[in-house]
Nanobody, 120 residues
Framework: VQLVESGGGLVQPGGSLRLSCAAS????????MSWVRQTPGKGLEWVSD????????WYADSVKGRFTISRDNAKNTMFLQMNNLKPEDTALYYC??????????????WGQGTQVTVSS
């Protein structure tokens, strides 16, 4: 399993970025996927989930209305469109594969992360 994030960078408050997550080594279309982020102060924070088909999505309250998760199963790629970025969005962003034991859902593989810095 390999997950490779890209698209991070430095952006001014109010700006936009689009993160990508290229997946390989597994059947991408058969897994839910997730974006999480990590900051030194807050630790690991869940951002968004997307189901296999991409037709249902969930967001943390902190990003709802500003971020959009999507996926292209033909290209084994997931995206996170981030608009109206705020300084508190500064973090290392990871994509993750989601698995279930029939009761709970949890992430079992993560990429190396891509840094997003929102600053003027």
């Amino acid at each position: 399993v390999q997950l490779v994030e890209s698209g991070g960078g430095l952006v001014q408050p109010g700006g936009s970025l689009r993160l990508s997550c290229a997946a390989s080594g597994f059947t991408f279309s058969t897994y839910y996927m997730s974006w999480v982020r990590q900051t030194p102060g807050k630790g690991l924070e869940w951002v968004s989930d997307i189901i296999k088909s991409g037709l249902s999505t969930w967001y943390a309250d902190s990003v709802k209305g500003r971020f959009t998760i999507s996926r292209d199963n033909a290209k084994n790629t997931m995206f996170l469109q981030m608009n109206n970025l705020k300084p508190e969005d500064t973090a290392l962003y990871y994509c993750a594969r989601v698995v279930t034991d029939g009761v709970n859902y949890y992430d079992d593989y993560w990429g190396q992360g891509t840094q997003v810095t929102v600053s003027s």
